[in-house]
């Protein structure tokens, strides 16, 4: 992606949250592949917002871009003075462990701190093992998950900090900001210690077509002004794949219905799909159309805001 995810989304690093969010939303809803099959340009521009949208939907991890602290890619920058500082400080904000205290020797060797902490380590739960058995860490990573496969459930994998990788279960129904635990993923210990965990924080990335209420699904159904009139069978696309709905004579905008259990996996089984009606009348009106509604009106007048006729 471009090395500004501001630029990305066609914007400046005064934009607000809202801004950032629109940004991405309109973009999504042009260039987005299914939409463009054969505008690889179009396909690298929606990749490159999406990219840019879960850099700086995060405002922790904006300000850290803002700062220098982070590249475009969410990757550490690395401060004069990086390797002689990271060997005798803190672990990388990207591996820190739940359970560190931080680098006892910071400043420099002494020995009776050295003792003295190994002393506080066999109190603190190792006395169990041999004096050199030492849990490893657990680490932390994020991780942008596709709004689709984080309703439906995948398997994906992350590249580690050491080029290593990772299979990650994304379990169906996964929510914005949801962490996994992966058992044993972590640092590895040393002598008889357990390795500690890997713990996966989750960034769902938005989709043009769906949001997310709870477990329910919104989506907004274009309809035409003889399917809102006569009603009829509607293709809608659902998380799951597209469907038909019926459409009942007489519909208006902003009437919802209901597609009972088309909505993601909850702790009380699946949510709804809530879909919004909106009537779109034809980019053209050819004379057939205007005769009609001429006539119709003329006979029928009717005050939608009063729910009377007119005549």
Same mark, same amino acid.
Request: no cysteine.
């Given at each position: ?11 400046? @690093? ?7 969010? @629109?940004?991405? /939303? ?17 396909? $690298?521009?929606?990749? $490159? ?23 475009? !890619? ?5 401060? /004069? ?18 359970? !560190? ?36 860490q ?9 709004f ?6 995948? /398997? ?5 900090p050491?080029?290593?990788?990772l ?13 996994? /635990? ?50 009829? @069978? ?31 996996k ?14 779109? !009348? ?18 029928? $007048?009717?005050?939608p ?5 007119? @005549?």
């Open positions: 992606m471009t090395k500004d995810p501001y630029a990305a989304l066609g914007l400046t @690093k005064e934009a607000s949250a809202d801004d950032i969010k @629109k940004a991405y /939303r309109k973009i999504a809803r042009t260039d987005h592949p299914d939409l463009n099959p054969d505008d690889p340009r179009a396909e $690298a521009r929606f990749k $490159a917002a999406g990219q840019a949208y879960d850099l700086l939907k995060d405002p922790e991890q904006r300000r850290r871009f803002d700062a220098g602290e982070i590249d475009a !890619s969410g990757t550490e920058q690395a401060p /004069r003075g990086y390797y002689r500082d990271t060997a005798r400080g803190p672990e990388n904000p990207y591996t820190q462990s739940r359970t !560190s205290q931080g680098n006892p020797f910071q400043g420099g060797f002494d020995a009776d701190d050295f003792f003295a902490n190994f002393a506080r380590g066999q109190g603190a739960g190792f006395s169990r093992g041999a004096p050199g058995d030492v849990p490893g657990d680490v932390q990573y994020r991780l942008g998950v596709p689709l496969d984080a309703a439906l459930g995948t /398997r994906t994998r992350i590249t580690l050491d080029g290593g990788t299979e990650v279960k994304i379990p169906e129904g996964a929510r914005d900001g949801q962490t996994l /635990r992966l058992r044993g993923k972590g640092t590895p210990g040393h002598g008889a210690g357990q390795p500690g965990d890997a713990f996966i924080t989750l960034d769902v990335i938005p989709n043009p077509d769906f949001e997310r209420d709870g477990d329910d699904i919104l989506v907004t159904l274009p309809i035409t002004i003889d399917e809102a009139i006569l009603g009829g @069978k509607v293709p809608v696309r659902t998380v799951s794949g597209t469907v038909k709905v019926s459409v009942p004579a007489g519909a208006s905008s902003g009437q919802v219905l209901r597609l009972k259990g088309r909505g993601v909850g702790r009380n089984g699946k949510g709804d799909q809530r879909i919004t009606l909106r009537i779109v !009348s034809p980019s053209r009106i050819d004379n057939a159309l205007k005769t009609f509604m001429e006539g119709w009106r003329a006979e029928h $007048a009717y005050d805001r009063t729910g009377k006729e007119t @005549k």
